[in-house]
T-cell receptor
Framework: DAKTTQPNSMESNEEEPVHLPCNHSTISGTDYIHWYRQLPSQGPEYVIHGLTSNVNNRMASLAIAEDRKSSTLILHRATLRDAAVYYCILSPPFNFGNEKLTFGTGTRLTIIP | NAGVTQTPKFRVLKTGQSMTLLCAQDMNHEYMYWYRQDPGMGLRLIHYSVGEGTTAKGEVPDGYNVSRLKKQNFLLGLESAAPSQTSVYFC????????????FGDGTRLSIL
């Protein structure tokens, strides 16, 4: 499986945008980029995913570099509830035996009031 | 809307005892997964299932068995518990298809003495 590299930790002020980087230089052409987050004492929560184009949903935006070797998760206006560990994960399409996600250690995001 | 429900939420076992963790999902998902998470680490896949009656090994399957007799349920069994299996166990489910998000339960905290 292709590997991702994320900073161990980041801090951001409340009500400001947050940009969480992820490097994945060995990504293959069919790999999807997934972002999940895990709040304290909870299971992971899906945030967003994409393949080539930038993606937006109600939680966040995903900006994917043109060469797909890096991506950035953007939280437009951080709240205290966004404090969590954020995981950037690559996977092939979920079919034909490629249904697995491999979690790394992620980025621990701290929000400063 | 319950989503993914794990039973029990907490359990303490003695070395050598056996137990079964239950995961139930009400989203009609084909795929189900069992992960474990040790302190300071990301999730590691134990076993998964791509449909009723099917199971497959993940990254760390030794010491565990699973069964998927009904589409909505995925059972994780520990035949002879060991202290190394002290962990938080998460169940997840998803649909097939590109990037299908996984939905997680709140976890089972298991301590083996």
């Amino acid at each position: 499986d292709a590997k991702t590299t994320q900073p161990n930790s980041m801090e951001s002020n409340e009500e400001e945008p947050v940009h969480l980087p992820c490097n994945h230089s060995t990504i293959s052409g069919t790999d999807y980029i997934h972002w999940y987050r895990q709040l304290p004492s909870q299971g992971p929560e899906y945030v967003i995913h994409g393949l080539t184009s930038n993606v937006n949903n109600r939680m966040a935006s995903l900006a994917i570099a043109e060469d797909r070797k890096s991506s950035t998760l953007i939280l437009h206006r951080a709240t205290l509830r966004d404090a969590a560990v954020y995981y950037c994960i690559l996977s092939p399409p979920f079919n034909f035996g490629n249904e697995k996600l491999t979690f790394g250690t992620g980025t621990r995001l701290t929000i400063i009031p | 809307n319950a989503g993914v429900t794990q039973t029990p939420k907490f359990r303490v076992l003695k070395t050598g005892q056996s137990m079964t963790l239950l995961c139930a999902q009400d989203m009609n998902h084909e795929y189900m997964y069992w992960y474990r998470q040790d302190p300071g680490m990301g999730l590691r896949l134990i076993h998964y299932s791509v449909g009723e009656g099917t199971t497959a090994k993940g990254e760390v399957p030794d010491g565990y068995n699973v069964s998927r007799l009904k589409k909505q349920n995925f059972l994780l069994g520990l035949e002879s518990a060991a202290p190394s299996q002290t962990s938080v166990y998460f169940c997840a489910s998803s649909s097939p298809g590109p990037g299908g998000p996984q939905h997680f339960g709140d976890g089972t905290r298991l301590s083996i003495l």
